[in-house]
């Protein structure tokens, strides 16, 4: 059972807790428990922001490296084929890029894809098992050679390889501090493609 002397002290405390909360210090705490989730959120938009032109960077090697070994690649294989092995070695090259390059390659280095559509005739599209990731390759697209003694325009058969990689954003994690009850959008798809002429 507690005495008077110890409501007393009590007391005191919660009375030296209030008068330095109404202080200059008790004020600067205040203040950096308001300021603290915005903070956060700064932090982590900027890190989500910087992870994403990150990705982009590795996105556009991997689709180049992916564009430049199948430029070099013959063209044989290509008829009648549901899933030519010149290109399913194109996928496995972009999915091996991105291992290299430290990024989620969903098992497409591993031929862990389905191949989805022909969005095209020499055109095959490669979908990773294991998330959003798709890997779209063509084989027959042309590619403006500028144009002759006439101004009509030529064109060359080259290979493009795009790529469409789902990127999570870490920023629905902190947006409810500021504002509860916000949802930001789940992954987010970034595209990178690149194209070069057929030497074989």
Request: proline content about 8%; aromatic content about 10%; some cysteine.
């Amino acid at each position: 059972m507690s005495t008077p002397t110890s409501y007393h002290r009590i007391a005191k405390f919660f009375l030296k807790a209030i008068s330095a909360l109404g202080s200059v210090d008790g004020s600067q705490i205040v203040e950096f428990a308001v300021t603290l989730p915005l903070l956060m959120v700064f932090v982590v938009a900027i890190g989500d922001f910087g992870g994403a032109i990150t990705l982009k960077h590795k996105l556009n090697n991997a689709a180049r490296e992916g564009a430049r070994f199948g430029s070099n690649q013959p063209t044989a294989d290509l008829y009648g084929a549901t899933t030519p092995p010149s290109v399913d070695e194109i996928a496995q090259l972009v999915g091996s890029y991105l291992q290299a390059a430290r990024a989620n390659d969903c098992g497409m280095a591993t031929k862990a894809w389905t191949v989805t559509a022909r969005p095209a005739p020499l055109a095959w599209t490669y979908k990773a098992n294991s998330c959003e990731l798709t890997v779209t390759i063509d084989r027959g697209y042309p590619v403006p050679a500028g144009t002759g003694g006439t101004n009509t325009p030529k064109y060359m058969i080259g290979t493009r390889v795009t790529i469409d990689y789902p990127y999570a954003w870490q920023f629905n994690r902190v947006i409810g501090l500021i504002a509860p009850g916000a949802n930001y959008a789940g992954p987010s798809p970034i595209k990178s493609d690149a194209t070069l002429p057929n030497l074989m």
